[in-house]
């Protein structure tokens, strides 16, 4: 599904699979019944919950397409600077490539 998903938005399956790793370990760590593994609305003013994993892959693959790319933020770094723009010495976007290139 997250493959499907991920081509039904035109976006890399490899990214979404790598920001999860990035953001939760691959889901092993998120917010209790949030099915968020992607860190998706996740902040100081609280927590974006899904009802299932599927409806995270889908909006946050949506969301990727229409808050990131259709603006142009298409490499990890132009991602990151939207996604978490805080992060130290571009730590995330390293983090993130790294995942990425370990999928085959």
Known sequence: MLVETADLYGIDWKLLTAI???????????PEES??????????????RFDSFEEGIDTVSRGIRENYVDIGLVTIEEIMSKW??????GAWAEGVRLYMAEMK
């Open 20 to 30: 999860a790793m990035k953001e939760s370990g691959l889901c092993k760590i998120i």
């Open 35 to 48: 099915y968020n593994c992607w860190g998706w609305g996740i902040h100081s003013a609280g927590t974006l």
């Open 84 to 89: 978490i723009p805080h992060s130290p010495n």
